[in-house]
């Protein structure tokens, strides 16, 4: 059973930065696409950012986070990374990381973890 546990919300000001956590168990890790996506208060879902391919090898991101979030990942950890700078309060979410085996980079993902608010003050 594949099980995703999310780590490293919190408060921070505008201008700061955060680093969440993604530990992942049950599944062979370099195999399988890990993507990060948000959900804002009254809003859809929407992609942040992905690794896809063995190890990782691509990595995508949405607009807004080109240039200020990093995804990264350490297959023997079994942990995915996003790491996000220079935030906004537009940045204030839920933070949910996803694995897949086969998920495009945006989207078809199977597993879900719990979620971790982040949030950004003025």
């Known amino acids: 059973q594949v099980q995703l546990v999310e780590s490293g919300g919190g408060l921070v000001q505008a201008g700061g930065s955060l680093r969440l956590s993604c530990a992942g168990s049950g599944q062979t890790f370099s195999f399988y696409t890990m993507g990060w996506f948000r959900q804002a208060p009254g809003k859809e879902r929407e992609f942040v950012a992905s690794t896809v391919g063995r190890n990782g090898a691509h990595t995508y991101y949405a607009d807004f986070a080109e240039g200020r979030f990093t995804a990264s990942r350490d297959n023997a950890g079994n942990t995915a990374y996003l790491q996000m700078n220079s935030l906004t309060p537009e940045d204030t979410a839920v933070y949910y990381c996803?694995?897949?085996?086969?998920?495009?980079?945006?989207?078809?993902?199977?597993?879900w973890g719990q979620g971790t608010q982040v949030t950004v003050s003025s």
């Open positions: 996803a694995s897949s085996p086969g998920a495009r980079y945006d989207k078809g993902y199977d597993y």
